[in-house]
Every structure is written in structure tokens, then in C-alpha cells.
């Protein structure tokens, strides 16, 4: 029988295919013109492809920089002024406070070029191209070959190709692989290492809400940086700082909008987004459901504990282990947030059925099974295998590399291996010390030895107690018997008797560096102990069944394309340039509860808590605000933009990522990810993953009526274009953004939707 509304319903499925929904995806801009256009013209956008990316000609793509390997950045003026998040200057902004002058509280913006303040170590790469590399590094290696074998040829070819992109070290050039090493991909780079910091705002209002807020909607965050990347004379880049550099002339700068943002708004992220994990297996799910993150969060409260107690009691700890804190919290609550996630929303039994389809598929063609059917059962052994260890690597990383004494111990790794060589290179041993030299500073700079003790005791002893007692380093016998099990005592031991602990009391060894001073240092000892015990005995275990994993995931991934030719996929994250592309767009959170797509000043006002630091506000902002003074940058409805959502598709390294209108023009910086979408990295929910980026106009108002540095705005190329290209909130039917031609048609059926058949008649 056909259904009462069958001429809607037809409307309906005919609209479907048109309809590209907002989708996963962080699409490599190589192949944009070929996989996304089309699909992006759909939802607003009006540049070309080649706008979009070209190696040839200026396009967006070199208005966009990787920052220090960990966060993205993008260039606003033609003087290499650069756009970031504030969590991303975090550490710069740290290293330039002291009590006295504490620019990371007060905010700061520099009036003129002699205020930008250097930062050593920093530095921000551009692509300069990308190239599909998958043929030549696959090369008459068959599936057949054994996995060292496959592994030893393909990491040599990547290492030949990368360094003939090199071209004599005038760029950075690595290959990475895609989809489980079934794809390699070439990227080159220009590094730019003279970084300097040009301005925040204070970090009231650059970390507004705290971790309270953090990985929350609705946000309230100016959560903004900005520096400036400096070149020679000739527009090249240098290794670090140099007085003689001028600012660096980028090919591209993006404009910034006044248009401010509606629903249904086109809206792109170009980035460098970390690490994402969707083709992850069901038992690889389990495990850091159930044995991973568990560890993870318990012994990263304990250390945030301490961290937190002594900064409380100490504004000198607080400013020395401000950023540090901010780092371990934020994965801390992020962990805690993918279980929450992973149980609410069954994500380990999404995957299994997905599992269990694909197993279906294998089974259903005797030609599948000699390529593909090895691969399920492979995953389950070989997890078996690794859940076994899984504890011991886990500690390893977050109890014994947690405290700051075994973890800088470590690095006088290099020193001890050639003090034990036969003969020892004097300039190689030199070297060694130099590059020491700074990331040392770095470390003491702001170090607590006191606190480190505390952190030490407490994490070393669950390390002694969670671990299988079989997989314990020795040094744990050590605790056993010389210092009758007490953590505490053998503590005593090693922060009064080592080195590591004192800047002067390292710098004297290096000065004169023994293997027997080195031997017998505890730390080092503590630390030797730990690497060995993980290199020669938890290490080789894990390998085994880390190879034949690698094996089986990429007959996995192999499989899951060729069952699903339909779709297309996009490789996992791994810190290369990618773009997503999406809409404006509020969300349900959960039963009942749903989220508006914007917040401005007035939730500012609401949140506000004197009694609570993460919620303070300054006072001028305060004043600012209740005097309504937003000058242009107030939306429609007189309110001060702050924050807004859109269903990008983005993770961490994303931080600091322009957001991008349908003309190329920057109207938000992304800085997070929801809460009720926390298993993004995992599995991508369209209903469910939003990005949530600051208002271009609430920066340019912190910067300009709040910081009183409007000659920093004056730099940029602020447009006011008129509204932004979109397919507008009608166009949302069933979270299915619509192309724009279709919205009348659409709003009509809508309507009738609302009625009670509705249902019906689509069923
Ligand atoms: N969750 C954000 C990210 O990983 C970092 C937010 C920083 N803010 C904070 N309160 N810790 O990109």
C-alpha cells in the first residue's frame, strides 16, 4: 500500500543523494577539488578549488601554519601577524611572566615590534606541498612479504624521499603513512623558528571557565594568542631569532569578517588536527575503555592533586607549574570524558556489530577470505596478547615519566650511551651537552623540587602496587629491601643524593661528565631501571603482537573500504594539513536537552564568580560589558558575540584553526570540542560533534576595546561583505543540512512534518 503522503515521501528520498550531510571528515585539501567541491558548493561555498589549495599560486592554504608541531595558527596581516588560541601561546605567555610582571594574568599586547618578546625553540612550518607517495613506497612489496621485511623497505624509502625533498635542508620533509599504511603521503614544509609573542588577553579571559568549562558547551572563552613570524631580509626562513629578521611576508593572509555568524552558515577549518583513532577495533576500544584511560585518569588526579595543593599554597609554584597543570588537566578530563562517552553512547558495541558485518562480507566470497579473513581474528589475539602488558606501558609513560626527576634524567640518555662506549667523541660528547643546554633551562626555570618529591612518592607507589608484580622494574626490590618498602624513604634517598634535582649540581656535571657519577646517581639509576625493565623485557613482548596488529589493521581498513565503496572515507588524523567543512548548527545534547549555536557577553556576566578563579572577571571587562560598549563589533541583537558551534570535524593539534566563511574570509579560531561528543576521536557523531570556536569579533573587541590595542586591529583586513554564504537554519531537515535551492521546498514539507502522520508516511 502505498503510504497516505507518498508524493512527500518521494520528494524526500529524491532530495536525499542531493543532500550531503554534514559529515565526518578531515580531508587531505589534495584531493578537495576531486572529493569535496562539489559538496561544499552545496552548502556555500564560493571559492574555487584552487583557491582553496594550489602549490602554484597564493592560496589559502599558505595562510596557514603548523605551531610548534602541536596547535594551528593562521596569518591575519600581510606582516606575518598570526592568530592562535591563548592554551596554544599558553607556555610562551608563561615563559615571559614572573610575579612582578605576570603577563599571563594581566594580558599584554605589544605596543610596537621592540615589545614582541622571542621565543627560543618556537616555531611554525607551512606546507608547501603534499604529494601521493603510495606507489613508489609500495613498490613490488607484496602482501605476502613478512612484516619486519615490508616494515625495514618502506621506512627506508619514506627516509630517501624525505630527505631528497629536503633539497640540502631548505625544507622539513617527512612521509607519512594513511589508512593503516595502505596509503603514503609526502609533505614539505618552509620552518619559520623566530616565533615572537605579539599579545593575549589576561587569562581571565583567555582561559575563562577553567577547567570547569573546559571541553564544554556553552562557552564564554576569549581563548585567543597572537604572534608574529619573522624571515630574513629576503623573506626566508632562519633557525631562530635574529635582530636583523623583519616580519615575514606571508603569500596569503586571510581577511576577517564582520558579518558575524547564523545558522546554517558555510563554514570550513583548515588545521592540523593530532590524532584521531576511528579505524580503531572493538578490543582496541575495550582496553582503553577499561584498562587504559582507567590508569590514565587515576594517576593524573594524583599528580594534579599535589600540583594543586602546593600552587595554592604558593604563588611561585602556581606560575612555575601554570602551564604544566593546564596540560595534564586537559587530557585528564578528556580521558575521563571518552569513557563517560564510550558507556552512554555503547561505542565498543557499535563497533562490534560493525565487526560482525564485515565478517559477514569476508565469509561471502571465497576470493575475500585468503586476503581479508585473517584480519578479525588477528585484532582479538593480538589485543589478548597486549592487554597483558598494556598496565606496565601505561605506568611507564604516566607514573615513572610523570615525575619531572626520571623524566629529565632521561634525557641524559645520549650522554650515558656514549660514556659507556669504548672511546668516547669528544666533539659528539660536547654536541650532546650543548643541546642540553636550553631545554635544561627551560626545565629549571620552573621546577619545584619539593613538589616533584611528592609527585614521585605518590605515583611511584602505585606503580609498585597496580602493576603485575612479574613486569616490575628492580628498582622496586630496591624499595623492597633497602628501604623496607617505604616510597617515601627511598624518596628521601634519591632528591637528597642526585643531581638531576639542582640546576648548579647538573651544570657541575656536565662540566665534567663521568659514567660513575652518572651510574650512581638515583635518579638516573631509578630511571635506567624503569627503561631497561621497559626495553628488555616489556618491550619485546608487546612487540610481537604490536606487528602482527599492524598487520591485521590494515587488512582491516583494506576490507572495510572495499565493503564500502560507497563511502568515502578519510584518513585518521596524524598531524597533517587537513580541511573539514560544515555548517553553523546548534545541537541536542541529550533527552530534552538542547544547545542554542551562539553565547555572547551576557553569559560572561552570568558565570561571573569573584570567589572562584576560574571565573573571575576583570574588571574592566566587566565595565565594558555593562556599559554595552561594543562598538562595531556587536551582533544584530546588541549583544557581544563570544563564542559559536559548528559540526566541524576536528581534534586536538586543531587548536588555533581559522574558521572560514564560503568567501575565505575569517569569521572564528577554533578552540575545543563538546562534551557530549567526547568519543569523537574514537567514532565521529554527526548529531552529536561540534567545534566550538571564539567569535572573530569578540577577539578583535578584547584586543581593541579591552587591550586598547586597536593598532593591532588596524593591521588586519577587517571586510564586511554581507551575509555569509549558507544554506540557512529551514534548510535542516532531520540534522540533513539542504542545498539552498531546495529550502522553500523543504520549509513547506517541513511544516507538514510537524503533523502527527508524518512518521507514517516516511515509513
Ligand atoms: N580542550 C582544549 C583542547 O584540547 C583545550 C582548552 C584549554 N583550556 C583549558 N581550560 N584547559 O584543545
Not at 605567555?93 to 618556537?122: C, D, M, V, Y
Not at 602488558?389 to 604516566?398: A, D, G, K, P, T
Request: aromatic share 10%; glycine share 8%.
Amino acid at each position: 500500500m502505498l503510504p497516505k503522503n507518498w508524493a512527500k515521501a518521494l520528494l524526500l528520498v529524491m532530495l536525499l543523494p542531493l543532500a550531503a550531510r554534514a559529515d565526518e571528515g578531515m580531508w587531505l585539501p589534495l584531493f578537495v577539488k576531486r572529493l569535496n567541491h562539489a559538496d561544499m558548493q552545496k552548502k556555500g561555498l564560493k571559492l574555487t578549488a584552487e583557491e582553496i589549495y594550489d602549490i602554484n599560486n597564493a592560496s589559502l592554504k599558505d595562510a596557514i601554519v603548523q605551531l610548534g608541531g602541536f596547535c594551528t595558527g593562521e596569518f591575519v596581516s600581510g606582516q606575518g601577524l598570526m592568530l592562535t588560541n591563548h592554551h596554544c601561546g599558553y607556555d610562551a605567555l608563561q615563559s615571559h611572566s614572573t610575579p612582578q610582571n605576570n603577563i599571563l594574568q594581566n594580558g599584554f599586547f605589544a605596543a610596537n615590534p621592540a615589545e614582541e618578546k622571542s621565543n627560543p625553540g618556537l616555531f611554525v612550518d607551512i606546507l608547501v606541498r603534499m604529494e601521493d607517495v603510495t606507489a613508489r613506497v609500495l613498490e613490488g612489496v607484496t602482501p605476502q612479504a613478512p612484516e619486519q621485511e615490508r616494515m625495514t623497505t618502506i621506512r627506508k624509502r619514506q627516509q630517501e624521499m624525505a630527505e631528497a625533498a629536503k633539497e640540502n635542508g631548505q625544507y622539513v620533509a617527512y612521509v607519512r603513512d594513511m589508512f593503516g599504511g595502505n596509503e603514503y603521503y609526502l609533505f614539505v614544509y618552509q620552518r619559520f623558528g623566530d616565533v615572537r609573542l605579539v599579545g593575549a588577553p589576561p587569562e581571565a579571559v583567555g582561559k575563562f571557565g577553567g577547567d570547569t568549562d573546559n571541553w564544554m558547551w556553552p562557552r564564554h572563552t576569549g581563548d585567543f594568542s597572537m604572534f608574529r613570524v619573522y624571515a630574513s631580509k629576503d623573506n626566508k626562513p632562519t633557525a631562530g631569532y635574529s635582530a636583523s629578521n623583519v616580519p615575514y611576508h606571508p603569500k596569503k593572509h586571510l581577511p576577517v569578517s564582520l558579518q558575524g555568524v547564523n545558522e546554517g552558515d558555510f563554514a570550513m577549518v583548515f588545521g592540523f588536527p593530532g590524532r584521531t583513532q576511528r579505524f580503531l577495533p572493538a578490543a582496541g576500544l575495550q582496553l582503553t575503555l577499561d584498562q587504559s584511560n582507567p590508569a590514565r585518569i587515576k594517576l593524573r588526579d594524583t599528580r594534579l592533586k599535589i600540583w594543586k595543593e602546593d600552587s595554592d599554597a604558593d604563588p611561585t609554584v602556581r606560575l612555575k607549574y601554570a602551564s604544566k597543570y593546564a596540560s595534564i588537566a586537559n587530557y585528564w578530563k578528556y580521558f575521563i570524558g571518552q569513557n563517560e562517552g564510550m558507556k552512554r553512547l555503547k561505542t565498543v558495541d557499535q563497533k562490534k556489530a560493525e565487526e560482525a558485518s564485515l565478517a559477514q562480507w569476508i565469509a561471502a566470497d571465497p576470493a575475500r577470505t585468503p586476503v581479508y579473513g585473517d584480519a578479525l581474528p588477528a585484532i582479538t589475539q593480538a589485543y589478548t596478547g597486549i592487554r597483558e602488558y598494556n598496565l606496565s606501558s601505561q605506568y611507564v609513560n604516566e607514573a615513572a615519566f610523570g615525575t619531572e626527576i626520571i623524566a629529565t634524567a632521561s634525557r641524559l640518555m645520549p650522554l650515558y650511551t656514549m660514556l659507556k662506549a669504548p672511546q668516547v667523541e669528544k666533539t659528539a660528547l660536547d654536541k650532546a651537552i650543548a643541546d642540553l643546554k636550553e631545554p635544561l633551562a627551560d626545565f629549571y626555570k620552573d621546577y619545584n623540587l619539593s613538589t616533584d618529591k611528592k609527585v614521585f612518592t605518590a605515583l611511584m607507589q602505585l606503580y609498585a602496587q597496580d602493576v603485575p608484580k612479574e613486569q616490575l622494574p628492580d628498582v622496586f626490590q630496591t624499595v623492597q629491601k633497602q628501604y623496607g618498602g617505604s616510597m617515601a624513604k627511598y624518596a628521601d634517598y634519591v632528591y637528597a643524593n642526585s643531581f638531576v634535582g639542582s640546576e648548579a649540581k647538573m651544570n657541575a656535571f656536565l662540566a665534567n661528565p663521568t659514567l660513575a657519577k652518572l651510574e650512581a646517581d638515583p635518579a638516573f639509576k631509578t630511571y635506567l631501571s624503569v627503561y631497561n625493565n621497559y626495553t628488555q623485557t616489556i618491550l619485546p613482548k608487546m612487540q610481537a603482537y604490536q606487528s602482527s596488529l599492524t598487520r591485521a589493521n590494515r587488512l582491516y581498513v583494506a576490507a572495510l573500504r572495499a565493503k564500502n565503496t560507497q563511502k568515502v572515507y578519510s584518513p585518521d588524523a596524524n598531524s597533517t594539513l587537513r580541511l573539514s567543512y560544515g555548517t553553523v548548527r546548534p545541537y541536542q545534547g541529550r533527552d530534552a536537552v538542547s544547545f542554542d549555536y551562539k553565547t555572547t557577553a551576557q553569559g560572561i556576566v552570568e558565570k561571573e564568580d569573584p570567589t572562584n578563579p576560574e571565573f573571575v572577571v576583570p574588571t574592566k571587562e566587566l565595565q565594558l560589558i555593562k556599559a554595552k560598549d561594543f562598538g562595531r563589533y556587536a551582533g544584530k541583537d546588541g549583544q557581544l558575540p563570544v563564542a559559536f558551534i559548528t559540526d566541524n570535524d576536528i581534534t586536538g593539534g586543531n587548536s588555533g584553526s581559522p574558521v572560514i566563511n564560503g568567501r575565505g574570509e575569517l569569521i572564528g579560531v577554533a578552540f575545543d570540542g563538546n562534551w557530549e561528543a567526547m568519543t569523537g576521536d574514537l567514532a565521529y557523531d554527526p548529531e552529536l560533534k561540534r567545534c566550538i570556536n571564539v567569535d572573530i569579533r569578540y577577539v578583535l573587541w578584547c584586543i581593541e576595546k579591552l587591550g586598547g590595542a586597536k593598532h593591532i586591529v588596524d593591521e588586519m583586513t577587517v571586510v564586511n561583505n554581507g551575509p555569509n554564504p549558507g544554506v540557512g537554519p529551514q534548510a535542516q531537515v532531520n540534522g540533513l543540512p539542504l542545498p539552498a535551492g531546495e529550502v522553500k521546498k523543504i520549509k513547506v514539507k517541513r511544516k507538514k512534518k510537524d503533523t502527527a502522520d508524518a512518521s507514517a508516511s516516511v515509513n
